[in-house]
């Protein structure tokens, strides 16, 4: 993805702040199926499943308005959230200030492919809809970091968009996609929906163990783990 483009979503989600929530909440506000309900079941589902994993001192990864925040904050020891867009971050900071635990977090705004992640500093890694905005290059990036950021026996999980016959009659696997926002704004962005078949080569590819914990129309999550040295 060229630095155009990634310049033109980080704007198209500074922009959709006050409204990113309305996906999960009332399936609104993405390009893709018309059946709302689909998503706001959803969302709950993955809900349970970051409330369940989360332990000890957690990243999350294009935390964007920290709408998992409040599902694992009660679970971990520490917690630092790091999106690049400031807007999105002004959204996180309510939910912080709110669940007061302000002593418990940090707040980062970065570029996550030009910062530098503190070595062995996270217990697990929340990764949250940024897979499907990654070219295959970015997303070997991705996994290249997280193996450094987190300790050994460290655990990640991937939340993102499933590849599914429903999202099929709406959407291509890998599109330039329109998303307008509720005043009629209209953005172009890059999207990449994963199926199974595609998490499957991840462990040969990135050498993690992995496990798919729902894989439904709208949503999927994968936690894991990476192998000892690579092997």
Not at 47 to 59: M, N, P, Q
Not at 74 to 85: A, E, M, V
Not at 101 to 117: A, L, N, P
Request: glycine share 6%; proline share 2%.
């Amino acid at each position: 993805m060229d630095s155009d483009l990634r310049q033109r979503m980080l704007h198209y989600y500074d922009e959709r702040a006050s409204e990113y929530e309305e996906a999960f909440t009332s399936g609104t506000g993405t390009s893709s199926m018309t059946n709302s309900a689909i998503f706001k079941t959803e969302a709950i589902a993955l809900a349970d499943i970051v409330r369940r994993f989360a332990k000890g001192s957690l990243i999350d990864l294009a935390c964007g308005t920290a709408y998992w925040l409040p599902n694992y904050a009660g679970q971990c020891s520490s917690i630092t959230l790091f999106d690049q867009s400031e807007k999105m971050l002004e959204e996180s900071r309510k939910k912080v200030r709110a669940l007061e635990i302000v002593d418990r977090c940090s707040i980062i705004q970065g570029d996550f492919f030009d910062y530098s992640f503190a070595f062995n500093a996270y217990d697990c890694a929340l990764v949250g809809f940024l897979l499907t905005h990654l070219t295959e290059s970015q997303e070997g990036e991705l996994f290249d970091k997280l193996r450094t950021m987190l300790v050994p026996n460290g655990r990640f999980l991937i939340l993102d968009s499933a590849w599914s016959p429903e999202r099929e009659k709406f959407n291509a696997k890998v599109e330039r996609q329109a998303r307008r926002l509720n005043d009629g704004t209209h953005f172009d962005i890059y999207k990449k929906y994963c199926d199974q078949d595609d998490i499957s080569f991840w462990p040969q590819k990135y050498q993690v163990t992995i496990r798919i914990e729902y894989f439904q129309s709208a949503f999927f999550a994968v936690s894991g783990s990476f192998t000892p040295n690579g092997s």
